[in-house]
């Protein structure tokens, strides 16, 4: 005998949209052909990427919230969410749908700093540097000290994403990327992995490790990790050796 009482099987992991409208490639996580197993999607209305960045993400908790349970509803075991400065409004989303929630990328920064020899450090590369606060890593539960790199500077990376460009040059993002990866080793020699907090800075993930020679870590990376925990990998209990 089966006990149901979900709606949606296999779909474990929730991910609570922001409002957008610009093109998402193979890597971001608003596309779901980036990942190898199911998900479900929700748009909170209203969470602009500019509002949520530069703005306060406190002030739309209850459509997270709202958006967040009827992903529950739908049979979500866990939520995430596609922006790390929402790392903010965790303990309130968390509380509110009583299943785990991993709402930044920015939590995995301490459990980095944990893989690294004495006198290395975690460095987190953002897409606004000047909007990432003290408030935002303490609510991740990494230090306030963080090396931090943004991609304000650079040529469509912050611009295209924050101010919802309905065409994106991601070649040009692609420099962006690669170039904060290069001021992040220049500058904090004694960095040695990166963790990058914006869910749209995945398909880079592969050039900053390539241009830096350190173990990148993403959005990605956390939500692979996260989803292998609700839903582990079953293995038959038998030795498949063909000798026997």
């Not at 993400?57 to 866990?78: H, K, Y």
């Not at 969410?81 to 920064?109: E, H, R, W, Y």
């Not at 101010?163 to 500058?187: N, P, W, Y």
């Amino acid at each position: 005998m089966q006990q149901g009482g979900k709606t949606v099987y296999g779909a474990t992991v929730g991910i609570l949209m922001l409002e957008t409208q610009f093109p998402r490639i193979y890597g971001d996580m608003g596309n779901a052909m980036t990942w190898d197993f199911p998900v479900q999607y929700r748009v909170v209305p209203g969470a602009t990427p500019d509002k949520v960045v530069r703005n306060s993400p406190t002030e739309l908790i209850d459509n997270f919230i709202e958006a967040g349970r009827d992903l529950v509803r739908s049979g979500c075991d866990g939520i995430t969410t596609n922006c790390g400065f929402l790392a903010l409004i965790q303990d309130d989303i968390k509380q509110a749908l009583g299943v785990p929630v991993a709402t930044s990328s920015l939590m995995q920064v301490p459990m980095v700093q944990n893989l690294l020899p004495a006198g290395k450090r975690c460095g987190v590369i953002t897409i606004s540097k000047t909007s990432l606060t003290d408030d935002h890593m303490i609510a991740a539960g990494a230090p306030v000290d963080t090396p931090i790199v943004g991609t304000e500077g650079g040529r469509k990376l912050t611009t295209s994403i924050l101010g919802d460009k309905l065409e994106i040059d991601f070649e040009s993002c692609r420099l962006d990327m690669i170039d904060a990866g290069l001021e992040m080793v220049q500058s904090h020699p004694d960095v040695g992995a990166i963790v990058l907090e914006c869910t749209n800075m995945v398909p880079y993930a592969r050039d900053i490790r390539k241009v830096t020679g350190l173990p990148v870590f993403s959005i990605y990376s956390f939500i692979k990790w996260f989803q292998s925990g609700i839903m582990p990998r079953g293995f038959p209990l038998e030795l498949d050796d063909p000798r026997w």
